[in-house]
């Protein structure tokens, strides 16, 4: 039995009973495409939706949640391994009561955690499983190995694109790279689109379309289309006002386009059948992704 099995058996006990929170990671492979911008403005209509809701923010070296969100964290996951915090102590409270968690060096530094300092961390983060009914994950943009990792973790990805050739190219590529790798099951997982900065709602279908054919024909990929988010005036502006546009603009139409989308997620998660395994085992997981690497 290798080290990462025995660590599994470990921390199974403290996870099998609280599996029960949704984890979404949100990426693109490309920067700049709005992918933060779904991120919150999802969490801010799952809140809407009555859903329990905390971002962690994975996109390692900026703070595009803290600005959006208005909110400056005093801890992050590395207080969590170092400092002797807990899940509770290292949430901010956003608007809404929305929880958030920055990632800082926290994540990264799980790699060099011993066998007893990832058990220590995982019963830890079983807290989030009752707290929590939706965990979104914003992680960094493109290919990088913390992307890849959080992808490979996450058993529901959603990709954001826009209509520029580079984006739906690099959003090609960051699936190629998921495929290549031997722990990623297409069956396994759900893969979503989402298609920001149309012109139309056919413009972002037509995205989806480019993206699921050449997915679907060489690397054995369906996804599914959750929806598009069009190009909307308010949208920039409540960039420069730095708020989600769902509560600067809640009657605008890409805050409607928002609403779409939550409301397609709840309807896809009427369909799960099998019981959910939780925030804990996306992170036990996340952590052997890395540590296979060294």
């Known amino acids: 039995m290798d080290q990462a099995e025995q660590l599994r058996k470990r ?12 984890v979404i990671a949100v ?35 900026l ?3 803290e600005i959006m969100l208005g909110i400056r964290p005093q801890y992050n996951m590395a207080d969590l391994i170092y400092n002797d915090k807990n899940i509770d102590d290292i949430i901010t409270q956003g608007p809404m009561d929305i929880g958030f968690i920055s990632g800082g060096s926290g994540v990264q530094d799980m790699v060099n955690l011993d066998k007893e300092q990832v058990r220590v961390m995982i019963s830890k983060l079983v807290r989030l499983d009752t707290i929590a009914d939706v965990v979104i994950i914003d992680t960094g943009a493109g290919i990088s190995d ?43 997982k759900k893969i979503q689109i989402v298609s920001n900065r149309v012109g139309s709602k056919e413009e972002g279908k037509e995205i989806y379309e480019k993206l699921n054919i050449v997915s679907t024909k060489f690397l054995n990929i369906q996804m599914e289309y959750l ?22 603009f809640p009657n605008s139409g890409s805050t409607k386009c928002y609403q779409e989308i939550c409301n397609k997620l709840l309807e896809l998660d009427e369909t799960v059948e099998e019981p959910r395994e939780g925030v804990a085992k996306f992170f036990l997981d996340f952590i052997r992704q890395k540590k296979k690497k060294y």
Do not use: C, M
């Open 63 to 65: 703070a595009n949640v």
């Open 11 to 22: 921390v199974s006990q403290q996870i099998q009973h609280n599996g029960s929170t949704r």
């Open 146 to 188: 913390s992307v890849l990792e959080f992808v490979l973790s996450s058993p529901e990805v959603l990709i954001v694109a826009t209509p520029e050739p580079t984006s739906i190219t690099d959003a090609y590529s960051l699936l190629k790279t998921v495929n290549r790798n031997k722990n990623f099951s297409a069956d396994e």
């Open 227 to 248: 929806g598009a988010i069009v190009q909307d005036s308010n949208a920039s502006k409540a960039v420069i006002e730095q708020k989600p546009v769902s509560l600067a």
């Open 27 to 61: 990426t693109s492979g490309k920067g700049g495409v709005g992918k933060t911008s779904l991120a919150v403005n999802l969490a801010i209509q799952l809140r809407k939706k009555g859903k329990r809701v905390v971002i962690i923010d994975a996109d390692f070296g």
